[in-house]
């Protein structure tokens, strides 16, 4: 869980500035190389993580702000896993506990 720690905060603190320009261009090309991207200068720190993650069994939760890149490290660490798909979910609007066990968990009817 440390480790975990670490990942966010190196995604909120340290790696702001280079992943935000990286994750708009990464939806614009879905065939673009996420490990190249993990390889950029300003990424290091990040990538190591990443890289520690991806042979890891254990369940990951990746939170940050709005363009981060998020949605690029999970699913490098999914592929890496061969664990499909990435399951996003947005609970920031909803203050409601039920709508996020629901969102995270599921719910039965």
Known sequence: MEAAARVLSLLLDGADAAVAPVSSEVSERPGLDVDALLDLPGL?????????????????????????????????????????????????????????????FGHER
């Open 44 to 104: 290091r720190g990040v990538a190591e993580e990443v890289r520690a993650w991806q042979h890891s069994d254990l369940p990951l939760l990746v939170t940050g702000e709005s363009g981060v890149g998020k949605t690029v490290i999970a699913t490098s660490i999914a592929r890496a896993r061969g664990r499909q798909p990435v399951v996003r979910a947005t609970l920031g609007s909803s203050d409601d506990l039920n709508t996020i066990t629901s969102e995270l």
